[in-house]
Structure formats: C-alpha cells, structure tokens
C-alpha cells in the first residue's frame, strides 16, 4: 500500500471506527457525515482514492462493500498496526 495523505488517513480511520461502532460498514452518506464532507460525491472519491492507493477494497455496485486491506511490512512480513 503507497503512503496517505492526512485526508485519506482520517477517511480510513473513519471507516474503521463506524465499522467498530455499528458493525457494518458506512455508506457513502454515512462517510459524508462521519467527516463532515459537503456531499456523498466527495465521499465515494475519497473512497476510490483509498482504493487506487491499495488501503481497501470496493465491490462496485453493491452497498456498504468495502474491505479494509491489511498493512504488511514489506522487509518481514508482520502486520502493521499503524501509527504509533
């Protein structure tokens, strides 16, 4: 996975706390929300630039489908936990 913006970062982080709390994943409308976003539009691109970036996995035509990828170092393998 290539680097985030600070925008793209806080998108992910949003999706997995929502995810955390409800136990599905968000809608675009729920993302909007989530980051105080103008419109559902500037949501779904956030989205595809997570994607393009290789954060996480959208199943195009089907609502709430997205799969968050797992961080791997690429040196040994291990999962990333993120920040610290």
Known sequence: MMG????QRVCLDAVKAFQAR???MP???DLRKELGLASRS????LLSRLEH???IKRIHGCA???VIKRQ?????GHELKGPR
């Open 4 to 7: 985030l913006t600070r925008r």
């Open 64 to 66: 709430r489908a997205i």
């Open 27 to 29: 809608s675009c409308e």
């Open 22 to 24: 409800t136990g599905q």
């Open 72 to 76: 791997r170092c690429p040196k040994c």
């Open 42 to 45: 500037a949501a779904s691109t």
């Open 53 to 55: 970036r290789g954060a």
